[in-house]
T-cell receptor
Framework: AQRVTQPEKLLSVFKGAPVELKCNYS??????LFWYVQYSRQRLQLLLR??SRESIKGFTADLNKGETSFHLKKPFAQEEDSAMYYC??????????FGKGTMLLVSP | DAGVTQSPTHLIKTRGQQVTLRCSPI?????VSWYQQVLGQGPQFIFQ???????GRGNFPDRFSARQFPNYSSELNVNALLLGDSALYLC??????????????FGPGTRLTVL
């Protein structure tokens, strides 16, 4: 069975500091991984997906199959990055298995 | 387009009652998925429907059922409510069936409280 693990419930950093939100997965097939974000009082939305290999709002994530990881990184955190971040794995027909989420707080 | 819409926004029920939640997908999207999000957890997959057919079911009891209508809107029904069913119920829509890289667009959710 597939599983997504986000070990940190809360990550607190200062503005301008680097950020790394950890995500590890367990899946027997070829994984498709995503990061979703939920800003305060907004709905859950896609931040980025590994297959696109793009940078959104300065965030990047690299799929490491050897370490079964898909960590989200940003070199310089901004206050507007404060949000709940969910790592998710696609397991057919676009259904998603989510981690428990990490709350990122960026202080001025 | 208003995006995925869900109704009602909030709902309070008592144990043993039944509840129906509604979802309208983005125009042109034929697939609808339902997720349950308990406080402090990530969303958990319940059902996916495409062209009115069930395409996937998560690990939920038979008290949970859903259907999709010809206009692609969907309903989620939960019978014999338990306290543990209290959660935010999310609906998501996407355009293609079988497209594993499809972006899922989420609605605002329905907050169900079971007393």
């Amino acid at each position: 069975a597939q599983r997504v693990t986000q070990p940190e419930k809360l990550l607190s950093v200062f503005k301008g500091a680097p950020v790394e939100l950890k995500c590890n997965y367990s899946y027997s097939g070829s994984p498709e991984l995503f990061w979703y974000v939920q800003y305060s009082r907004q709905r859950l939305q896609l931040l980025l997906r590994h297959i696109s290999r793009e940078s959104i709002k300065g965030f990047t994530a690299d799929l490491n199959k050897g370490e079964t990881s898909f960590h989200l990184k940003k070199p310089f955190a901004q206050e507007e990055d404060s949000a709940m971040y969910y790592c998710a794995l696609s397991s057919g027909y676009s259904t998603l298995t989510f981690g428990k989420g990490t709350m990122l707080l960026v202080s001025p | 387009d208003a995006g995925v819409t869900q109704s009602p926004t909030h709902l309070i029920k008592t144990r043993g009652q039944q509840v129906t939640l509604r979802c309208s997908p983005i125009s042109g999207h034929k697939s609808v998925s339902w997720y349950q999000q308990v406080l402090g957890q990530g969303p958990q997959f319940i059902f996916q429907y495409y062209e009115k057919e069930e395409r996937g079911r998560g690990n939920f009891p038979d008290r949970f059922s859903a259907r999709q209508f010809p206009n692609y809107s969907s309903e989620l029904n939960v019978n014999a409510l338990l306290l543990g069913d209290s959660a935010l119920y999310l609906c998501a829509s996407n355009q293609l069936a079988g497209g594993r890289t499809d972006t899922q667009y989420f609605g605002p959710g329905t907050r169900l409280t079971v007393l």
